[in-house]
């Protein structure tokens, strides 16, 4: 008898919803919420209740009987570092999404949308592989400066998942590959994984490696820390938003839509073909030095995300590292069935739910 799933993936304008049977995707849909009904909202736990409802009429609408559900999974959010898996949605997840314990994202939503579903059907809720997951070796924790050490804030859950992929191609385990993967998308992520395990990353959110369509990466410290006392950008929120949101893409070309670049390029604009490949030209570095962390052996380079639909990107990195490794590109995200796998893991008892506690514990 199959499992019944529900994964639910928010962003920040819609709720991507997927129901499933076992491994087996039954309907998908994305839930638009309007940018103006959005505004209403002060943060991000504001709209837990809007989201719920319109979640259950959705469902509603399309006659599916909750009551089925086996099991509720939603993308995890910005937790305490902690190591990959599935984690059952407990009181200490809700405590630290609630009150958005490292940032306030969308992200942080999906555990608490799955529990406040399955809670009344007295079904269990879980989170999968949340952006949290922070597996890297202490010696890559060192920044330079002591009272700075580098964190993972990474795409956990699809890297890990096109990871699996590529291993089950090869015929080999998920934790007897080692693969440099680089998700692109609208922000990117470069791990390391070895023995199932992220064990050194660019962090793309607000830390270091290549810019992003949105965000700006590591930039020359010295100029960074005479940008901040300049004037120009009064508070730290003024600087974030310079540096993440309106960075990148956005802030040389006005756009954070590669396809709309690679127009450009073949209209001649000199200045996109520039901006695109810096973006390959950074990439490729990031690939080769975390390569380096396991002496240059590894099985393959994976290419992930939207960005690795563009042959012209996927060609340019591979020029540049094919070298050290095979680059694969397995473009997309697999992140709704990426979460319905980690849930089936625990149902099926291949794996036991691990357990989230707060800091202070």
Same mark, same amino acid.
Request: glycine share 10%; charged share 25%.
């Given at each position: ?14 709720? =991507?919803? &997927? ?5 087996? =995707? ?47 999974? +939603? ?40 529990? =406040? ?11 999968? @592989? ?10 890559? $924790?060192?920044?330079?400066? /002591?009272?700075?050490?580098? $964190? ?14 590529? &291993? ?17 998308? *609208? ?8 023995? *199932? ?24 410290? +010295? ?28 802030? #040389? ?10 127009? $450009? ?7 996109? $073909?520039?901006?695109? @490949? ?13 390569? /380096? ?15 690795? #639909? ?18 694969? &590109? ?32």
């Amino acid at each position: 008898m199959a499992f019944h799933i529900l994964a639910i993936n928010p962003g920040s304008t819609s709720t =991507k919803i &997927a129901l499933f049977e076992d491994d087996q =995707k039954v309907s998908e849909t994305v839930l638009e919420h309007p940018s103006e009904e959005m505004a209403k909202f002060p943060k991000t736990i504001d709209q837990l209740d809007f989201r719920y409802n319109v979640i259950m009429n959705y469902l509603k609408e399309q006659n599916y009987d909750v009551s089925q559900l086996d099991a509720c999974v +939603g993308r995890g959010g910005y937790l305490h570092p902690i190591e990959a898996g599935t984690y059952l949605v407990n009181d200490a997840i809700v405590h630290d999404l609630t009150i958005a314990l490292h940032g306030d994202h969308a992200a942080n939503l999906g555990g608490l949308l799955a529990r =406040k579903i399955a809670d009344p059907l007295g079904k269990p809720s879980y989170i999968v @592989d949340p952006t949290a997951v922070d597996e890297i070796t202490p010696v890559a $924790r060192i920044s330079g400066m /002591s009272d700075i050490s580098r $964190r993972s804030l990474i795409h956990a859950l699809n890297i890990r998942a096109v990871t699996r992929e590529y &291993a089950k191609s090869v015929g080999k385990k998920f934790d007897e590959v080692t693969c440099v993967v680089a998700h692109m998308g *609208g922000g990117c992520t470069t791990v390391i994984i070895k023995e *199932g395990k992220c064990i050194d990353m660019y962090n793309g959110l607000d830390g270091d490696g290549a810019f992003s369509p949105t965000r700006s990466g590591a930039v020359p410290v +010295g100029d960074l820390i005479r940008l901040c006392y300049s004037g120009k950008y009064p508070t730290v929120d003024d600087m974030m938003k310079r540096a993440v949101g309106d960075a990148g893409l956005v802030a #040389y070309l006005g756009t954070a839509d590669m396809r709309v670049v690679e127009k $450009r390029i073949e209209e001649g604009d000199e200045k996109a $073909r520039i901006i695109r @490949d810096a973006f390959i030209y950074q990439h490729a570095k990031d690939i080769a030095a975390l390569a /380096s962390v396991n002496f240059g052996k590894i099985d393959a380079t994976i290419l992930t995300g939207g960005l690795a #639909y563009d042959q012209q990107i996927v060609k340019g990195i591979e020029e540049r590292v094919g070298w050290i490794a095979p680059v694969v &590109a397995i473009p997309g995200e697999r992140e709704m069935i990426a979460l319905a796998l980690g849930a089936l893991r625990v149902l099926y008892g291949e794996e036991d739910a691990k357990h989230y506690e707060n800091e202070e514990e």
